[in-house]
């Protein structure tokens, strides 16, 4: 098993462009979620989804969309990329929703001009 | 906002030494979650412990929590220099939905 994979490694970006970070996992797990990690930040949650085609917010949602047509992929779109979301972005799924380990992967390095 | 608060921020030890990490956190939960970060890399889950459990043990690495004080403690027994690398406590603020909020982590240098 690959585990979770996530492309690009790393892009940088003009403010106001936009682009899709893309998540895929390949162990037929029901919940999928996205994190931005900055610097003495910890992680935060962006999006999660409970299975395919159900996706919800978390806590820091706004200029993000997500959407999960499939039980493999989980795709996060910025709309109108901002500075204020240079971050590494990790991708993360786990068995079931509720009381499992998550399994990470290793993360998107965006930077935005 | 941030749920779990990892104390101390950073320790730096010999190897053969015990490290210990400890995360407080605000509400009530269904279970708590330690995770490792090497540098540069993805997220790897080290132990889940359960609201009603009160120690674990996997390998190296010990850990309690204490519902009554809402902290819980990570205890990585004769450390090595592999061992070097950030720890995340994680909670669920008791959310059946597999939301997980994450604290700002300890980060751990183990010199050889």
């Known amino acids: 098993n690959a585990g979770v994979t996530q492309t690009p490694k790393f892009q940088v970006l003009k403010t106001g462009q936009s682009m899709t970070l893309q998540c895929a996992q390949d162990?037929?797990?029901?919940?999928m979620s996205w994190y931005r990690q900055d610097p003495g930040m910890g992680l935060r949650l962006i999006h999660y989804s409970v299975g395919a085609g159900i996706t919800d917010q978390g806590e820091v949602p706004n200029g993000y969309n997500v959407s999960r047509s499939t039980t493999e992929d989980f795709p996060l779109r910025l709309l109108s990329a901002a500075p204020s979301q240079t971050s590494v972005y990790f991708c993360?799924?786990?068995?079931?929703?509720?009381?499992?380990?998550?399994?990470f992967g290793p993360g998107t390095r965006l930077t935005v001009t | 906002s941030q749920q779990g608060e990892e104390d101390p921020q950073a320790l730096s030890i010999q190897e053969g030494e015990n490290a210990t990490m400890n995360c407080s956190y605000k509400t009530s939960i269904n279970n708590l979650q330690w995770y490792r970060q090497n540098s540069g890399r993805g997220l790897v889950h080290l132990i889940l412990?359960?609201?009603?459990?009160r120690e674990k043990h996997s390998g190296r690495l010990r850990v309690t929590l204490d519902t009554s004080k809402k902290s819980s403690s990570l205890l990585i027994t004769a450390s090595r220099a592999a061992d070097t690398a950030s720890y995340f406590c994680?909670?669920?603020?008791?959310?059946?939905?597999?939301?997980?909020?994450f604290g700002r982590g300890t980060q751990l240098t183990v010199w050889p």
């Open positions: 412990i359960r609201s009603n459990e």
């Open positions: 994680a909670t669920d603020r008791g959310s059946t939905l597999g939301r997980l909020y």
């Open positions: 162990m037929n797990h029901e919940y």
């Open positions: 993360a799924s786990s068995y079931s929703v509720r009381g499992y380990e998550q399994y």
